[in-house]
């Protein structure tokens, strides 16, 4: 158990839906980070905020988002969703952003888009 | 972020060492080395991180070459648990730049114990 908890565990919905992912982070981290895992692209850097602030963007869709809350639990929205969409999202946390924190991962949601 | 390379997949047998191979030849000073695993599709999981001594803890063991341009993860016994992919990635340390903390997964090696 990382101590990162995130849910929903599964997500089915359809095209042109929209979805609020939600992840807390273990206790005393304050970095987030979002990843995707698609079957044909691996786990791919989304999104990084540290203490409520965004630090960093990977490849991250325009119709996504996402926020982290005083409380430092974070959400990811992601909306006008397109089959393409349906993977793995997995949210980690580390104390801090810094190389020799590492993160640790939660168990992901899978979205099905149908 | 400093490009890694791993062989696509490695046997191993129960209760033997695995001695998992990485190349970042291009890896700069300040740069950490991490190994991650992942088993099926459960989220990955932190296995151990070194910048130029070797680390060893719980789970693994890390040795990193003097010059730092490759490193070997060492699961000392082997178990059937252990098969999963694994990860080497090199850790962005850029504390300004866009990429800042993200970790860069490659395609990992594909780690088979079998009995």
């Known amino acids: 158990d990382s101590g990162v908890t995130q849910t929903p565990k599964h997500l089915i919905t359809a095209t042109g839906q929209r979805v609020t992912l939600r992840c807390s982070p273990r206790?005393?981290?304050?970095?987030v980070y979002w990843y995707q895992q698609s079957l044909d692209q691996g786990l791919q850097f989304l999104i990084h905020y540290y203490n409520g602030e965004e630090r960093a963007k990977g490849n991250i869709l325009e119709r996504f988002s996402a926020q982290q809350f005083p409380d430092l639990h974070s959400e990811l929205n992601l909306s006008s969703l397109e089959l393409g969409d349906s993977a793995l999202y997995f949210c980690?946390?580390?104390?801090?952003?810094?190389?020799?924190?590492?993160?640790?991962f939660g168990d992901g949601t899978r979205l099905s888009i149908l | 972020d400093a490009k890694t390379t791993q062989p696509p997949s490695m046997d191993c047998a129960e209760g033997r060492a695995a001695n998992l191979p990485c190349n970042h030849s291009t890896i700069s000073g300040n740069e950490y080395v991490y190994w991650y695993r992942q088993i099926h599709s459960q989220g990955p999981q932190y296995i151990i991180h070194g910048l130029k001594n070797n680390e060893t803890n719980e789970m693994a063991s890390l040795i990193i070459t003097e010059d730092r341009k490759s490193s070997t993860l060492i699961l000392p016994h082997a178990t059937l648990r252990d098969t999963a992919v694994y990860y080497c990635i090199v850790r962005n340390a850029n504390a300004g730049g866009t990429s800042y903390g993200k970790l860069t997964f490659g395609q990992g090696t594909i780690l088979t114990v079998h009995p």
């Open positions: 206790s005393g981290d304050l970095s």
């Open positions: 980690a946390s580390s104390v801090g952003p810094i190389s020799n924190q590492p993160q640790h």
